[in-house]
């Protein structure tokens, strides 16, 4: 039916087609900005007044709900109450090359805001334009990138779904349409676990590009075919966001002469790649922006600044790091801090928002880096330098529990472990 209900609304300008008592919003025919992944990846209504008419005051009498978005540092927090019978939102997640520098997770993940745009602040945020029509709206403090806006004002906003409040809800809050973009990641990165997200319907399909149009590509559901480990190790890495202002390189070190004994947690003795894992802290979605977020953790020493020659002169504790930002040195580029707790520094681009690292006094020397900026020829994952321990599921998922997140996490955690299970079988 959906099928049908697109179809029309290529051939008829109405934005509604009423089906018994229900208006049911029709999806616009997509736009398409070639080589934005993430703009093409979004079916758009089309107009704000419109897209609010889709819930309809006259059902305010019906079970309403209040969402709430917010970012981590809790400058900007939004509201709106909706009937509870519209939801879900409707939501993608987009893996292409941008969407991943530009968040620092292994994609984004957008929903349609149910309320008119006139109604939010956007005051406080700060722009970074990410393709000609669509800007990404990020808090200048605590690097949160909870809007995405069009520059075309009739059109609605799409927010972050990381930043949506963690509710009890009995109806379905989200719900993500097909995996757009997924080729760029050579490897798959996350699509695999993503594609159970739902409470209801079908697993989600992936597509190379857009998943729509006349040539959407759907990949196969075991792509990518050739084997998944990159038995290749990596010396090194870029780091790097989407703008470009934050550039870095993170070293493979083999810890010669280390006995296994003696490594830190982070190294696999057997390989000795670094640790990377799911993290479904609240902190951590708030920041990113997405529901799950992505980390590796390594030793400060093996991070150099490009322009470093012979030994790194990168900073080998928290504090190092944060003077030189303080101090404005060249080296560090737009990076920029949020200390969201007397321990805790999250050092993102203050350009294009992107998250960076994390750093904890209790560790002094490690570092967790965002593994959405770093740069790998083998795949978004990085498997030439990094391991991942899929049957750990997602750290801190705890923080979802009692919420409309916790199935979601629930899912995303169990296609994860299975998906590190098929892959150890067949290896
Ligand atoms: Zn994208
Ligand atoms: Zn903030
Ligand atoms: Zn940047
Ligand atoms: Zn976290």
């Given at each position: 039916?959906?099928?049908?209900?697109?179809?029309?609304?290529?051939?008829?300008?109405?934005?509604?087609?009423?089906?018994?008592?229900?208006?049911?919003?029709?999806?616009?025919?997509?736009?398409?900005?070639t080589?934005?992944?993430?703009?093409?990846?979004?079916?758009v209504?089309?107009?704000?007044?419109?897209?609010?008419?889709?819930?309809?005051?006259?059902?305010?009498?019906?079970?309403?709900?209040?969402?709430?978005?917010?970012?981590?540092?809790?400058?900007?927090?939004?509201?709106?109450?909706?009937?509870?019978s519209?939801?879900?939102?409707?939501?993608?997640?987009?893996?292409?090359d941008?969407?991943?520098?530009?968040?620092?997770?292994?994609?984004?993940?957008?929903?349609?805001?149910?309320?008119?745009?006139?109604?939010?602040?956007?005051?406080?945020?700060?722009?970074?334009n990410?393709?000609?029509?669509?800007?990404?709206?990020?808090?200048?403090?605590?690097?949160?990138?909870?809007?995405?806006?069009?520059?075309?004002?009739?059109?609605?906003?799409?927010?972050?779904?990381?930043?949506?409040?963690?509710?009890?809800?009995?109806?379905?809050?989200?719900k993500?349409?097909?995996?757009?973009?997924?080729?760029?990641?050579?490897?798959?990165?996350?699509?695999?676990?993503?594609?159970?997200?739902?409470?209801?319907?079908p697993?989600?399909k992936?597509?190379?590009?857009?998943?729509?149009?006349?040539?959407?590509?759907?990949?196969?559901?075991?792509?990518?075919?050739?084997?998944?480990?990159?038995?290749?190790?990596?010396?090194?890495?870029l780091?790097r966001?989407?703008?470009q202002?934050v550039?870095?390189?993170?070293?493979?070190n083999?810890?010669?002469?280390?006995?296994?004994?003696d490594?830190?947690?982070n190294?696999?003795?057997?390989?000795?790649?670094?640790?990377?894992?799911?993290?479904?802290?609240?902190?951590?979605?708030?920041?990113g922006?997405?529901?799950v977020?992505?980390w590796t953790?390594?030793d400060?020493?093996?991070?150099s600044?490009?322009?470093?020659?012979?030994?790194?002169?990168?900073?080998?504790?928290?504090?190092?790091l944060?003077?030189l930002?303080?101090?404005?040195?060249?080296?560090?580029?737009?990076?920029?801090?949020?200390?969201?707790?007397?321990?805790?520094?999250?050092?993102?681009?203050?350009?294009?928002?992107?998250?960076?690292?994390?750093?904890?006094?209790?560790?002094?020397?490690l570092?967790?880096?965002?593994?959405g900026?770093?740069?790998?020829?083998?795949?978004?994952?990085?498997?030439g330098?990094?391991?991942?321990?899929?049957?750990?599921?997602?750290?801190?998922?705890?923080?979802?529990?009692?919420?409309?997140?916790?199935?979601?996490?629930?899912?995303?955690?169990?296609?994860?472990?299975?998906?590190?299970?098929?892959?150890?079988?067949?290896?």
């Amino acid at each position: 039916m959906l099928t049908n209900l697109l179809r029309i609304s290529t051939l008829v300008p109405s934005t509604y087609v009423q089906m018994t008592s229900v208006w049911i919003l029709v999806w616009d025919a997509f736009i398409s900005f070639t080589a934005h992944g993430l703009v093409s990846a979004i079916p758009v209504p089309q107009t704000s007044a419109a897209w609010s008419r889709a819930y309809s005051v006259k059902n305010m009498s019906s079970e309403t709900i209040t969402l709430t978005v917010s970012c981590l540092c809790k400058a900007n927090v939004h509201s709106a109450t909706i009937p509870k019978s519209s939801l879900p939102l409707q939501a993608h997640v987009c893996h292409c090359d941008t969407c991943r520098h530009i968040s620092g997770s292994l994609y984004t993940s957008l929903a349609y805001w149910p309320a008119p745009r006139s109604t939010v602040d956007l005051s406080r945020y700060k722009s970074y334009n990410f393709s000609p029509p669509f800007d990404a709206l990020f808090c200048p403090t605590c690097s949160a990138p909870v809007w995405g806006v069009f520059k075309d004002e009739k059109l609605p906003l799409l927010v972050a779904t990381g930043a949506l409040e963690n509710i009890a809800c009995d109806t379905e809050v989200v719900k993500w349409a097909p995996q757009g973009f997924v080729g760029d990641t050579i490897d798959g990165g996350a699509s695999h676990w993503l594609k159970s997200i739902n409470t209801s319907g079908p697993k989600l399909k992936s597509f190379k590009c857009s998943p729509r149009g006349d040539d959407a590509e759907e990949l196969p559901a075991d792509w990518p075919t050739q084997p998944h480990t990159s038995e290749e190790k990596q010396d090194t890495l870029l780091i790097r966001c989407k703008c470009q202002g934050v550039h870095f390189l993170l070293h493979h070190n083999d810890y010669d002469g280390v006995k296994n004994e003696d490594l830190t947690w982070n190294v696999n003795p057997t390989t000795r790649k670094i640790k990377a894992e799911l993290c479904g802290c609240d902190s951590c979605r708030l920041q990113g922006g997405t529901d799950v977020c992505y980390w590796t953790y390594s030793d400060m020493q093996n991070i150099s600044f490009l322009s470093d020659k012979g030994e790194t002169g990168f900073p080998s504790d928290m504090d190092g790091l944060s003077a030189l930002i303080d101090e404005h040195d060249p080296r560090v580029g737009s990076l920029k801090y949020y200390r969201s707790s007397p321990n805790v520094c999250r050092y993102f681009c203050g350009t294009c928002s992107a998250t960076i690292f994390y750093a904890n006094k209790k560790r002094p020397h490690l570092i967790d880096i965002a593994v959405g900026v770093l740069e790998a020829k083998d795949g978004a994952r990085a498997e030439g330098m990094l391991w991942w321990p899929f049957e750990r599921g997602i750290g801190s998922k705890e923080d979802a529990n009692g919420g409309w997140r916790e199935g979601v996490f629930g899912r995303i955690e169990k296609a994860a472990v299975e998906y590190g299970r098929t892959r150890d079988s067949s290896a």
